[in-house]
């Protein structure tokens, strides 16, 4: 698989940006282009964007609030206006709450613990460009490194995602307080995915396993095709 135009953005505190850009490059054979937060452009004619896991200006505040703040947002938003698939993970997920991308917010764990550990998923909806390599109800291990991962919305928003289909994965197990057990949603149009836990760290066997493959291939499948 080649030609996916792919981006990375990187924000003050970004950890994982490394791990995405590797992981993009491996699964489709293309290097993403690497863009900082205070650019106020992307790319031209871009497939896909990704914001990568990390701490996002030092963690303070919500996370990822001031991220969604920074230049280079306003051309994420516009760019997923226009149907152009956005992958957040992690602090990645929550600048997409923040930025009003995706419904919800993420607040700290219950317990007020850092969570780092694998855990089980359940694929929950596999007919998105995201999720079309899994089978539905699939059980999938994917590591979660987190403080602030409690997915929230009110009972409506909840029942909403629910009756649409926007909820991707769910956890198998009660892993830090998120609501009805969500890890990860889409956005109405199916073009934005965000989730707490990290597919880019499970996409070979020298990490430990390979089920967040299927995720990037899915995407690279669905754009360029195999």
């Known amino acids: 698989m080649s030609g996916l135009r792919s981006a990375v953005i990187t924000f003050p505190g970004s950890n994982c940006d490394r791990d995405m850009a590797d992981a993009l490059e491996k699964v489709s054979g293309t290097a993403p282009f690497r863009v900082w937060h205070g650019d106020a452009a992307l ?13 996002s200006y030092g963690d303070y505040l919500r996370s990822g609030a001031m991220a969604a703040r920074s230049p280079i947002m306003q051309a994420v938003v516009e760019a997923a206006g226009r ?16 930025s009003g991308l995706l419904p919800g917010a993420l607040m700290r764990n219950a317990g007020i613990r850092f969570v780092c550990r694998e855990v089980a998923l359940t694929v929950e909806n596999s007919q998105s460009l995201f999720t079309s390599g899994y089978t539905q109800g699939e059980k999938i291990i994917i590591p979660v490194a987190h403080h602030d991962g409690n997915y929230f919305a009110d009972d409506e928003t909840l029942d909403r995602l629910e009756g649409e289909g926007r909820v991707a994965f769910r956890y198998a197990e009660p892993v830090n307080g998120s609501a009805r057990d969500i ?7 199916g073009n934005v995915l965000g989730m707490m836990p990290h597919p880019e760290r499970m996409i070979e066997a020298a990490q430990g396993g390979t089920d967040g493959r ?12 195999a």
């Open 183 to 189: 890890a990860g949603v889409l956005n109405a149009a």
């Open 83 to 98: 149907g152009v698939p956005v992958l957040g993970v992690c602090n990645g997920f929550q600048v997409l709450t923040e």
């Open 43 to 55: 790319p031209e004619k871009l497939d896909f964007i990704a914001l990568p896991g990390g701490f």
């Open 214 to 225: 299927a995720l990037f291939e899915s995407a690279v499948k669905g754009l360029v095709g």
